[in-house]
């Protein structure tokens, strides 16, 4: 499937943020449009660690993200 040029339209609708949270399993990454951490502030203890993505690596997937910016150390309980 040939792939079509990302426009400066379509970049702004490309998750801005990567995120990594806490998770059942250990730290799960996910892409987050803004770091609105909603009512109360009630996910900031979720979060490990957030990176603004650069323009040029918004359309990438999830996956290779998380294997360009590894989860971060966390201590064993």
Request: no cysteine.
């Amino acid at each position: 499937m040939a792939r079509r040029r990302t426009t400066e339209a379509d970049a702004d609708d490309l998750p801005r943020y990567f995120v990594w949270i806490r998770g059942l399993g250990g730290p799960e990454p996910q892409k987050w449009m803004a770091m609105d951490l909603g009512v109360g502030d009630w996910k900031r203890p979720l979060v490990l660690a957030y990176l603004e993505l650069p323009e040029g690596e918004r359309h990438l997937p999830l996956s290779a993200l998380a294997r360009r910016y590894p989860p971060p150390k966390m201590d064993a309980l």
